[in-house]
């Protein structure tokens, strides 16, 4: 059971923050050394100003008393004079207010006087105080009535300052006896107190104060770390959805240079079957027309082998315009150098000149700079979307629209055509074009229905030189 507590006891503590953990320990840190620090101080308070007050009354009573004294030295009792003086004294003006009760002491323990009359004479084993004021100390204890002797004080109910004064020889400055009095302790017991008082809450407040210091600057760094533990976090989070943004963009430039890879193989495959089909046929028909007997017979009419070779010439000519129309196709006009703007009005010209049909071209008062790959991609995008809305759309409604939103360059290639099933009629072109333009970090999108299609191509620009 002791030790599921300290379990949960551990989990909670883990739970707190690191101020509230330091608050919690440092406060009970400070506290133990408040205690320990407080009951110092209070003890040597107390016993300076005890010590202090015995000094200032051994004092006192030793100049009223001493002279009252023989030379102790030389008699060991005291004589009726002597008592009967010591005995004036003690009982009136304000010695006798002050003390109690009085003692002479010899050094073997035999009291020489007392107030109570019944003590004198008698002998008793000397009690450290004692002997420590034979030794020439003035020594106190404050309401410690422990003696046998006190049964009298004891009885009184009241706080006694016990106090041991050494009787020294006047000459020689040794101790040859010993008064014990007991001092009323009321202002002295308030003193005490109000010391005492004040001196815990010096230390309480000073101990206070400190925590309260420490703990400031506790909490303000503990601010400063969640602030940057947040910030950091934060940091982290969009650092791992830039690489799985990253990933991503990786995994799509792969899969497109795979599928480019592909397409320009069948582009390659379909150039071939164009240029076998078409001009490589012709090329072939012409050949065989110059092995021809109308040419090599000479008794052939001239006009026969005239009309021949016309004829000749006439295939030459068709398969020479079929490859000049391949390679119109495949040869890309000098576009580096030109702006977007001039790359779009080149493509929607050339465009209008060949088919003998009108574009709609929308432009804003400016548009950013891109670089050749993406100025390639967008001339293509425009002749292929052009060309898809005359063969599909019949040349209807064609509109060519550029804009700039985000950071980002739209460009837009629509028609008012019947529309086409995008999944299934999406040929070469229009897959080419996709992966070309995912491959540079772009989307592609394709929006078709019965009135009419639009493509869009979205390429960023915010990095571009």
């Known amino acids: 059971m002791f030790g599921r507590y300290l379990t949960r006891l551990a989990r909670v503590w883990s739970g707190l923050s690191l101020a509230l953990q330091f608050v919690i320990a440092g406060g009970i840190g400070l506290l133990a050394v408040m205690l320990v620090v407080g009951l110092w101080v209070t003890s040597q308070i107390r016993d300076g100003v005890m010590q202090n007050s015995a ?29 009967r003086a010591l005995d004036e004294t003690l009982g009136q003006g304000a010695l006798g207010k002050r003390l109690v009760s009085f003692k002479l002491w010899r050094r073997d323990g035999t009291i020489l006087y007392s107030k109570d009359a019944s003590l004198i004479g008698r002998q008793v084993q000397p009690n450290a105080n004692l002997l420590a004021a034979f030794a020439g100390n003035v020594t106190v204890k404050y309401n410690r009535l422990e003696d046998e002797e006190d049964d009298k004080e004891r009885s009184m ?25 007991y ?9 005490l107190h109000s010391a005492l008082l004040w001196s815990w809450l010096v230390v309480a407040g000073a101990t206070a104060a400190a925590l309260a210091l420490l703990s400031g600057i506790v909490f303000r760094g503990s601010r400063t770390i969640v ?9 982290v989070s969009e650092l791992q959805t830039a690489l799985a943004q990253n990933s991503s963009l990786r995994q799509r430039v792969q899969r497109a240079s795979r599928r480019a890879t592909a397409i320009n193989e069948r582009y390659l495959r379909r150039i071939g079957a164009d240029l076998h089909d078409g001009p490589a046929q012709l090329v072939a028909l012409a050949a065989l027309r110059m092995d021809s007997p109308v040419l090599v017979d000479p008794a052939t009419p001239s006009t026969l082998r005239e009309a021949e070779i016309a004829g000749i010439h006439k295939t030459l000519g ?25 790359i779009l009005r080149l493509a929607v010209s050339e465009h209008e000149r060949r088919t003998s049909t009108n574009v709609l071209l929308t432009l804003p008062e400016r548009l950013p700079e891109l670089g050749t790959s993406e100025k390639i991609s967008v001339y293509r995008f425009v002749q292929e979307g052009l060309n898809n809305a005359y063969r599909h759309g019949k040349g209807k409604g064609q509109q060519v629209r550029a804009t ?3 950071g980002k360059l739209l460009v837009e290639v629509l028609d008012a055509g019947p529309g ?21 970090g772009g989307q592609f999108e394709t929006l078709t229905g019965p009135g009419g299609t639009r493509l869009v191509i979205t390429l960023s620009v915010e990095e571009q030189p």
């Open 227 to 235: 602030t940057q533990q947040a910030a950091l976090e934060a940091k």
């Open 404 to 406: 700039t939103k985000g």
């Open 318 to 342: 068709e398969a020479m315009r079929e490859i000049r129309g391949i390679c119109n196709g495949l040869v890309l006009p000098q576009i580096e150098a030109q702006a977007v703007a001039d």
């Open 55 to 83: 000094a200032t009354t051994a004092l006192y009573v030793d100049s009223v008393i001493a002279p009252l004294l023989p030379d102790m030295r030389k008699s060991q009792e005291l004589d009726d004079a002597v008592k």
């Open 420 to 440: 086409f099933d995008p999944a299934r009629s999406e040929g070469l072109g229009l897959a080419g074009l996709r992966e070309r333009i995912e491959s540079i």
């Open 157 to 181: 109910g009241v706080p006694l300052l016990e106090i041991y004064n050494p009787v020294r020889e006047p000459w020689s400055g040794e101790v040859v006896a010993v008064t014990e009095f």
């Open 183 to 191: 001092e009323l302790s009321g202002d002295f017991e308030e003193s």
